[in-house]
């Protein structure tokens, strides 16, 4: 006859299942966390890649300068920036 591993008592279950239910809810809730801040760096990637387009279409070479440089920094050091942060943030908590 089979005998099981481990024996539990009925409390113990009801602990481990209202564990597994509260690790349950916090994965949606770092799901929706990760989706918010891959957008974040979406939209910080496009704006920089929008601030590299308007250095060519405006007037003085020094307001094109700026937005190219700008762009730069917005559109790859933006969402390093915030990926850093994010992963810091959960790091820490």
């Known amino acids: 006859m089979l005998q099981p591993l481990l024996v539990l008592s009925q409390a113990r279950r009801q602990q481990e299942l209202r564990r597994a239910e ?17 957008l974040l760096c979406a939209l910080e990637f496009a704006v920089g890649l929008w ?25 790859y050091l933006g969402p390093y920036w915030t990926l850093l942060m994010w992963w810091r943030k959960q790091d820490l908590s």
């Open 51 to 75: 601030l590299l387009a308007l250095a060519d279409h405006v007037y003085g070479h020094d307001a094109g300068l700026a937005c190219f440089y700008g762009g730069i920094l917005v559109g």
């Open 22 to 38: 509260a690790a349950n809810a916090y994965d949606g809730v770092y799901r929706l966390k990760r989706r918010r801040m891959l």
